[in-house]
């Protein structure tokens, strides 16, 4: 599986980004499940949000209410859109799929919340 993110980039705070993550060299039906992580500098990559191929979802507590998870399995993408974004969202986000127990990752996109 192949993962490319896109749509990072540098917000003002409260403001909103959509991140995407195109998969390929699978089926979006066959990958079980796709998400999004973060890391920022000097800190452990964490959870953001998850979405199986039923449509379960799961976020990190830090943007429960703030951050929705979607997936078009047409076009066999992964969405976050984050809204009231804050300084403390600002880290390298990268897309996750599981697919048959192996999990593949992407290179990541910046995203930097600053005014």
């Known amino acids: 599986v192949q993962l490319v993110e896109s749509g990072g980039g540098l917000v003002q705070p409260g403001g909103s980004l959509r991140l995407s993550c195109a998969a390929s060299g699978r089926s979006a039906f066959s990958i079980n499940a796709m998400g999004w992580y973060r890391q920022a500098p000097g800190k452990e990559r964490e959870l953001v949000a998850t979405i199986t191929s039923s449509g379960t979802t799961d976020y990190g507590d830090s943007v429960k209410g703030r951050f929705t998870i979607s997936r078009d399995f047409a076009k066999n993408t992964v969405n976050l859109q984050m809204n009231s974004l804050k300084p403390e969202d600002t880290a390298i986000y990268y897309c996750?799929?599981?697919?048959?127990?192996?999990?593949?990752w992407g290179q990541g996109t910046q995203v930097t919340v600053s005014s």
């Open positions: 996750n799929a599981r697919y048959r127990g192996v999990i593949y």
